[in-house]
């Protein structure tokens, strides 16, 4: 599924939700579910991994939607098959992404 | 472009610094990008949020890959077409996603 497509699933599923909690409120939900899925990096349970990435991917979609942002657009614009910083595929930066 | 295919690039292009990183500092790396997001909401820099959010799904992409995690089969395997709590859609549950 296109990233896009995924971001359009969130809306037609969540967007009066999130549209009534706001930016900050959606926000926070993204970050306790990053905090979720740290916790779930320390366990051996493969499946619960899987479903705290699908929470955050989702609650990221739902974010992207409150405020109006493409998010493949956006992901596209700035990693488009090379990196960002050295303009090297494979990146061959010194340091981070 | 495909969820998949997304996490396929970001293997491509940060998979040997990634591995090398480990699952723990590309975490760590994925929550410093998820504060940066929750910084950009505050400003009205349109292009800045969104490069936040590019690095935000970037880093997550870069995390499954770490940990061996298929994002696209675990978006869709928790969020298909329906809320997974009250299997409705739009969502129909009293609190949150």
Redesign the interface.
């Known amino acids: 599924?296109?990233?896009r497509e995924?971001q359009a699933?969130?809306r037609?599923?969540?967007?009066?939700?999130d549209s009534a909690r706001g930016?900050?409120g959606t926000?926070n939900?993204?970050?306790d579910e990053?905090a979720e899925?740290?916790v779930s990096?320390r366990n051996a349970d493969?499946e619960a991994?899987?479903?705290e990435?699908?929470?955050?991917?989702?609650?990221?979609a739902?974010?992207?939607n409150v405020?109006n942002?493409d998010?493949?657009?956006?992901?596209?614009?700035?990693?488009d098959?090379?990196?960002p910083k050295c303009r090297h595929?494979?990146?061959e930066c010194a340091f981070?992404?």
Do not use: R
């Open positions: 599924m296109n990233i995924f699933m969130m037609q599923l969540y967007f009066q939700k930016a900050k926000y939900c993204l970050v990053v899925l740290g990096l493969k991994l899987e479903k990435f699908a929470d955050v991917i989702a609650w990221l739902s974010l992207a405020t942002v998010l493949e657009a956006a992901a596209l614009e700035k990693y098959h090379k990196c595929a494979p990146c981070q992404h």
